[in-house]
């Protein structure tokens, strides 16, 4: 795990950001190169050795120096910057995730991620009495206290936002954070930017994509105590959210609605399946009693423990390599699987497993599960 408080020279802030941008480098590989190699710039160095022994044909680029400062250049320029995890001013809640972004660019009030926060999403297509609900809703949470999270986008996170805009909101874009997206919301964006927060993963000038957003929406689940869905099909985005919302143990939360309207059979399904029914701000402060203070950390042994800087034995970590990989394929299997399976110490599974995802070799998903895919390079 990296340290919960400190605070990162420039120069520093520089490497982390030149690791996140590294081809293959997701959030738990950067967490474990971290903890092995002691800091970004070691690990920056150690990576073409790393990927190499797991497979990648050709030598792994770092993200080159110049984009990075290009990246700070320009948030600056929009009066942004970015945050690292285990800084103070990164948000505690976000922290505990496995898979919080190592850092992430701000534009607007840090103080606002300080503050405890409900997340309020739901359809693009919204209703008329769908975007009011929202937005009476967000300001009702926003006098007792509540910031309020959304993504921006059309429908009810444009009605959320504009409900709590005067007593705190944060908008997470699934693009650059000086992207504005959707257009019309381009004078919504930038009061948020002025009177609360604006925050993106992704780098300044990116335009959004569609598979950008379940990313976007794990930071929205993440920031937030708990999620209320108003209005949202069976195959909605806002589900996509209420999932993460479960996997980190948020409280999840729905707004009920017409049986004859297609747009809340996502959130009556909710409902039936255990959501707290919301007809008030009452009932989120009910649904969230004694959830007021900050998540614990993530439980033990849902990061792999990182390898050990001196690593094993050249021969064992082969023996290991060959080990792993011919237990791995298509399918994803349980890391805890792996180790039973293959009667090794968790830290060289650990390492084959950071050397083959280097190599873009092995996928990741939910549950601490990986499979083996084609390599790219």
């Known amino acids: 795990m990296l340290p919960q408080i400190y605070n990162l020279s420039d120069t520093a802030r520089l490497d982390w950001l030149r690791l996140s941008r590294t081809d293959h480098v997701g959030p738990i590989v950067f967490r474990q190169l971290v903890a092995r190699f002691g800091s970004a710039r070691a690990a920056l160095d150690a990576l073409p050795e790393l990927a190499r022994q797991g497979g990648r044909a050709r030598p792994v680029t770092p993200y080159p120096r110049v984009a990075a400062e290009r990246e700070v250049a320009e948030l600056a320029r929009h009066r942004g910057r970015f945050i690292a995890c285990g800084e103070p001013d990164y948000p505690?809640?976000?922290?505990?995730?496995?898979?919080?972004p190592p850092l992430f660019s701000l534009i607007g009030d840090a103080a606002m991620l300080a503050r405890p926060a409900i997340a309020i999403v739901g359809a693009r297509n919204a209703s008329a009495n769908g975007r009011r609900f929202a937005e009476d809703l967000a300001r009702d949470l926003g006098q007792r206290g509540f910031v309020v999270v959304s993504g921006l986008a059309r429908g009810i996170d444009s009605a959320a936002h504009r409900g709590s805009l005067a007593s705190g909101t944060v908008g997470v874009v699934a693009g650059g954070a000086d992207v504005v997206y959707p257009?019309?919301?381009?004078?919504l964006q930038r009061a948020i930017g002025e009177r609360g927060a604006v925050i993106a993963e992704l780098p300044p000038g990116t335009q959004p994509q569609a598979r950008h957003f379940p990313r976007r929406n794990r930071i929205i689940a993440g920031l937030s105590l708990g999620v209320v869905?108003?209005?949202?099909?069976?195959?909605?985005?806002?589900l996509i959210t209420v999932r993460f919302a479960l996997e980190q143990?948020?409280?999840?939360?729905a707004v009920p609605g017409s049986p004859l309207d297609p747009r809340c059979r996502g959130t009556n399904h909710l409902i039936r399946q255990g959501a707290a029914l919301i007809e008030s701000a009452d009932d989120v402060t009910a649904a969230l009693e004694g959830m007021t203070a900050p998540l614990p950390a993530a439980p033990p042994g849902r990061i792999m423990p990182p390898p050990p800087a001196d690593g094993a034995a050249d021969d064992g970590l082969a023996a290991a390599r060959r080990a792993v990989v011919e237990q791995l394929?298509?399918?994803a299997v349980a890391v805890d699987e792996l180790l039973r399976q293959c009667h090794l110490s968790a830290a060289s599974v650990s390492t084959v497993l950071l050397e083959l995802e280097l190599a873009g070799r092995l996928e990741r998903h939910p549950g601490n599960r990986v499979c083996l895919v084609s390599a790219s390079d």
């Open 92 to 100: 505690a809640p976000l922290a505990a995730l496995d898979d919080a």
């Open 183 to 187: 257009p019309e919301n381009e004078g």
């Open 229 to 238: 869905v108003v209005e949202a099909a069976m195959r909605s985005g806002s």
């Open 329 to 331: 394929g298509p399918t």
């Open 249 to 253: 143990g948020r409280q999840v939360m």
